[in-house]
């Protein structure tokens, strides 16, 4: 079965959620990788949060199980998920001595992230 390339963005939507477990369905030959991070947009109270999940099983007939990195409540079947192409990564070097993340690479702000 064909895969996406490494940097391919391809789109597919949620159709299970049992709490951080999402399953995705995605069309023929754009399954993501296992380890590839997918990305989709929840809206609560009117603020849209993007979640990035991990693909963690290729499930079969064009379905991956992806682990959630954040809650996913209000997240509804159908909701569009993309795919980035390539596992999740988070910034190094210098210029991030000192500074605090989290596993996605985003900066946490003291007092509001905890």
Do not use: W, Y
């Not at 477990?21 to 947009?41: H, Q, R, T």
């Not at 609560?44 to 079969?60: C, N, P, S, Y």
């Amino acid at each position: 079965m064909p895969r996406t390339s490494p940097t391919q963005k391809t789109e597919g939507r949620v159709v299970a959620i049992a709490g951080p477990v999402v399953d995705v369905e995605f069309p023929p030959g754009a399954l993501p990788e296992i380890n590839f991070a997918v990305e989709m947009d929840i809206d609560v109270e009117g603020d849209t949060i993007k979640v990035t999940a991990e693909v963690a099983q290729q499930i079969g007939e064009g379905r991956v199980r992806c682990v959630c990195l954040k809650p996913t409540d209000g997240l509804r079947r159908g909701t569009k998920v993309t795919s980035t192409g390539k596992g999740i990564s988070v910034p190094v070097g210098d210029a991030v001595l000192g500074h605090v993340f989290n596993v996605i690479g985003g900066q946490l702000e003291p007092g509001r992230d905890g």
